[in-house]
């Protein structure tokens, strides 16, 4: 095969283009390089208020969204009534007929169950909040909260605890309303006050600590599985179905320290005692007596303990 040599021509106008080019190159970089930045000093970035319209603007979209998806799916709303109406009709009719008095002076045994009930469903909700969270991270809609220009995260907390309470709520009513049907009269409107405030602590507290599940957990069947596994034995290691005299020792300590049974206890005492005080009992324990208001700070101190206990995975999960 022949092989050509270039032409002088071609190597001469190679050799210009080359020229050109290192010298617009050398030109653009002296034009277009920068002055170094001065240093400054930069503020520490205010707190954000929790009082603040936007911080409320913020939790109220995020709680919208939730009720949005309840209104799409209502079979959870439908499940979530009909679930501890249905425990209260069966467990109410197996224990008809225990005798008077042996869960209390003056108390029937649909009295005694409906505030284990009320407490143990609103439990459940609590402690299930975290799974549309989960699923949020899972399919990339996490993502996409947490890369909005968000006055605090902590709206997103704040939304699924609010979301979770007027459920309860919801539930609560229904409870109320059957259990009084039931022949189990109604509490007082000091005592719905109460109740509300006891409910509201309880589910925070396990608000609090499913969302920080839902961010350790690597998926959701882990998350299922935990639940499945702490649900049924907190229920039964509380005085949601028996009273605690009817307990081993051993168990009564249990359940003495058994947060369902801080909540499930004073909701009890209003049930069926229309005037009540902060230092009334609500029941003995191996280690002393609890008050209304022991019951309430107690509630209180786990919160806070939860919260610390959570803190940094919170903090991970929605940096």
């Known amino acids: ?21 290192a010298n617009l190159s050398k030109k653009t970089m002296t034009q277009t390089s920068l002055p170094p930045l001065p240093t400054v000093i930069s503020a520490k970035t205010p707190a954000p208020n929790f009082l603040s319209a936007d911080f409320r603007q913020e939790v109220s979209a995020l709680t919208t969204r939730l009720f949005i998806q309840l209104r799409r799916r209502p079979t959870t709303l439908i499940a979530g009534v009909l679930q501890p109406l249905m425990w209260l009709l069966l ?35 609590a402690l299930n909040s975290g799974l549309p969270m989960l699923f949020d991270r899972e399919f990339g809609f996490l993502n996409r909260i947490l890369v909005a220009p968000l006055v605090s995260r902590f709206s997103i907390i704040a939304a699924s605890a609010i979301f979770i309470i007027a459920l309860s709520m919801v539930q609560t009513v229904a409870i109320i309303s ?93 049930y069926s005692h229309s005037v009540w005080a902060w230092d009334s009992v609500v029941f003995t324990a191996p280690w002393g007596n609890m008050t209304i208001a022991n019951a309430a700070i107690a509630l209180l101190s786990f919160g806070i303990f939860v919260s610390i206990f959570i803190r940094g995975t919170l903090r991970r999960g929605v940096a």
């Open 1 to 21: 095969m022949r092989r050509f040599a270039p032409q002088p021509l071609i190597l001469e106008w190679e050799g210009s283009m080359i020229d050109i080019v």
């Open 91 to 125: 467990f109410g009719a197996l224990f008809s007929g225990l005798p008077k008095g042996l869960v209390g002076d003056g108390q029937t045994y649909v009295q005694f169950l409906a505030a284990g009930i009320i407490v143990f469903t609103a439990f459940s909700g």
């Open 178 to 270: 059957v259990s009084g049907l039931m022949g189990a009269g109604l509490p007082s409107l000091s005592g719905l006050a109460i109740m509300a405030l006891i409910l509201t602590l309880l589910i925070v507290d396990f608000t609090m600590l499913s969302l920080g599940l839902a961010f350790a957990m690597p998926g959701h069947q882990e998350m299922l599985a935990f639940i499945f596994l702490v649900n049924l034995p907190l229920m039964f290691s509380s005085t949601a179905l028996a009273p605690l005299a009817f307990m081993p020792t051993w168990l009564q300590w249990i359940a003495s320290l058994n947060p369902l049974s801080w909540a499930i206890e004073p909701i009890r005492y209003v």
